[in-house]
């Protein structure tokens, strides 16, 4: 049974950071892209940042340029979400999700409709 699980998530005053991490419970998560995306209260769920299996390529939301940056540790199965200069707009739950019947593809992919594992969410909360 495939897993993933986040971690890292908390309350954080507005320009702190915090670093979220995904592991997967699958070797084959190593060979996979990965997204983060988050989902606020009555708000859809949107793309926060895209890496490609072997962390070359990586896409971000205009909202969060500059500040996030998703890397990887395929040593051991983890995708992270370094996040500095937290807004209160941040504050969201969190989710990592891979496709694993994609492997080796070098293409970014930002919808929530393109991957079919998810992590159960972490909460991030940010406060002025």
């Known amino acids: 049974q495939v897993q993933l699980v986040e971690s890292g998530g908390g309350l954080v005053q507005a320009g702190g950071p915090l670093r979220l991490s995904c592991t997967a419970s699958?070797?084959?998560?190593?060979?996979?892209?990965v997204g983060w995306f988050r989902q606020a209260p009555g708000k859809e769920r949107a793309s926060v940042a895209a890496i490609t299996w072997n962390g070359g390529t990586t896409s971000y939301a205009d909202s969060v340029k500059g500040r996030f940056t998703i890397s990887r540790d395929n040593s051991k199965n983890t995708v992270y979400l370094q996040m500095n200069s937290l807004k209160p707009e941040d504050t969201a739950v969190y989710y990592c999700a891979v496709d694993l019947s994609r492997r080796w593809s070098g293409r970014l992919r930002d919808k929530s409709s393109d991957y079919n594992y998810w992590g159960q969410g972490t909460q991030v909360t940010v406060y002025s």
């Open positions: 699958v070797g084959t998560f190593s060979s996979c892209g």
